[in-house]
T-cell receptor
Framework: DIQMTQSPSSLSTSVGDRVTITCRAS??????LNWYQQKPGKAPELLIH???RLQSGVPSRFSGSGSGTDYTLTINSLQPEDVATYYC?????????FGQGTKVDIK | QVQLVQSGAEVKKPGASVKVSCRSS????????VNWVRQATGQGLEWMGW????????GYAQKFQGRVTMTRNTSISTAYMELSGLTSEDTAVYYC????????????????WGKGTTITVSS
């Protein structure tokens, strides 16, 4: 099974700051990497698939990049509504494992 | 609009089984896989498996093999996830999520999620 490791596990930053979350796979996953946002008490929502393809309706301040084993989610100019936990997920092979999540908060 | 509506919360005794339903609307049910993901309180997301509603084919995470069964009723556009042999460690919110059915080698992702069903296992 492929293990997904996110860092950091949590962060607290200011409105308008740039946020970077990293996700590392235990083996190459060839950009079969999705990012989800989960707000408290809500179901997850898809932000990005195929490592860098923005889901329809997602603000352009969100972007993804990476290849091989290392991937990044970037939020440019953090907004109050971005307070959430962010999860990466690999869809290279089953079981489609998730990272442990990164909780983003506002200072 | 496109949505997945899940059945309500349940409380079960250890050793029992639970069957959660996930009714789709706003799209062609048989054109998208249904995945199931669970989340224990305060914990991360755990993928359980997938089902192709057109063929009925399924794939389960090894952890749940032998305990989980994913089925569907295409006449009412509804998917089901049944989990047996419940223990307190199965207490969680269970989500269904659709994923475009794609050939092997194509990108796979869950683009619409249900609101979740809380299953509590307690004696």
């Amino acid at each position: 099974d492929i293990q997904m490791t996110q860092s950091p596990s949590s962060l607290s930053t200011s409105v308008g700051d740039r946020v970077t979350i990293t996700c590392r796979a235990s083996q190459s996953i060839s950009t079969y990497l999705n990012w989800y946002q989960q707000k408290p008490g809500k179901a997850p929502e898809l932000l990005i698939h195929a490592a860098s393809r923005l889901q329809s309706g997602v603000p352009s301040r969100f972007s993804g990049s990476g290849s091989g084993t290392d991937y990044t989610l970037t939020i440019n100019s953090l907004q109050p509504e971005d307070v959430a936990t962010y999860y990466c997920q690999q869809s290279y092979s089953t079981p489609y494992s998730f990272g442990q999540g990164t909780k983003v908060d506002i200072k | 609009q496109v949505q997945l509506v899940q059945s309500g919360a349940e409380v079960k005794k250890p050793g029992a089984s639970v069957k959660v339903s996930c009714r789709s609307s706003g799209y062609t049910f048989t054109s998208y896989d249904v995945n199931w993901v669970r989340q224990a309180t305060g914990q991360g997301l755990e993928w359980m498996g997938w089902m192709n509603p057109n063929s009925g084919n399924t794939g389960y995470a090894q952890k749940f093999q032998g305990r989980v069964t994913m089925t569907r009723n295409t006449s009412i556009s509804t998917a089901y996830m049944e989990l047996s042999g419940l223990t307190s460690e199965d207490t969680a919110v269970y989500y269904c999520a659709r994923a475009p059915t794609v050939p092997t080698g194509h990108y796979y992702y869950m683009d619409v999620w249900g609101k979740g069903t809380t299953i509590t296992v307690s004696s």
